[in-house]
């Protein structure tokens, strides 16, 4: 490929199909700018899971660090695969959520089943819990509780929802009457998920969302 160079005046790159301009703008700005039907790419470590195809959009592969104030003035923020956190002074606020697939197998689910991962970080207030039936059992287990599984109570976030295929379950919505509002979680913890009887015929599976914020003090 020849060697990239500016035309005079508008900062167009030549020895690009179709070219690419910097320029700076009518208000004094820099101005990245590629043709139509084309995005602006910052690393080559990934791709767009978004269908990003207008001139106006921006993808960071890699990892973006601002130091100051970044301004989001759409609709809404949308996190996917990864987390939200602010830091000041090793002081961490972080906003995240974390999910898993529960598989309650045959003869299992009245004595409780137990999530692999902590869903319930140390230093953590619970937002939200919710939950979707993925795969319904061949018979026995009618109804589905959960709850933290040293907090005492299991049907805390979840209690009493269907097994039907489909079923699905939130906190605000199904938690058990004793618990009011966020929950406050000072260590790590799994989740369990109970059911009425033991599962028959076939596995159940149960997908679960955990919605948090978890603290960090400062370090210095």
């Not at 101005?31 to 269908?51: C, E, F, R, S, V």
């Not at 919710?130 to 795969?135: D, E, F, P």
């Not at 907090?151 to 009493?160: A, K």
Request: with cysteine; net charge negative; proline share 5%.
């Amino acid at each position: 490929m020849p060697r990239k160079k500016s035309d005079t005046g508008n900062g167009r790159m030549t020895g690009l199909t179709p070219s690419c301009r910097i320029r700076v703008n009518a208000a004094g700005d820099w101005q990245i700018l590629p043709p139509g039907g084309q995005i602006t790419q910052i690393g080559d470590a990934d791709t767009t899971d978004h269908g990003l195809v207008n001139n106006d959009d921006l993808f960071v592969s890699g990892k973006l660090e601002v130091k100051n104030l970044a301004f989001f003035l759409s609709l809404g923020i949308f996190l996917y695969r990864y987390q939200l956190s602010y830091w000041e002074r090793g002081c961490h606020l972080l906003s995240a959520f974390t999910y898993e697939e529960l598989t309650i197998p045959i003869g299992q689910g009245a004595a409780g089943v137990v999530t692999a991962l902590n869903h319930a970080p140390a230093d953590s207030t619970i937002l939200g819990v919710s939950c979707r039936v993925t795969q319904a059992p061949g018979g026995g287990a009618t109804t589905i509780d959960i709850g933290r599984t040293g907090g005492g109570n299991l049907d805390e976030f979840i209690d009493g929802i269907a097994t039907a295929l489909g079923t699905t379950g939130t906190f605000a919505a199904n938690h058990d009457a004793a618990t009011v509002g966020p929950v406050l979680n000072a260590a790590d913890d799994t989740l369990t998920l109970t059911t009425d009887a033991n599962v028959t015929g076939t596995d159940m599976k149960v997908r679960i969302v955990v919605f948090y914020r978890q603290e960090t003090p400062p370090s210095t």
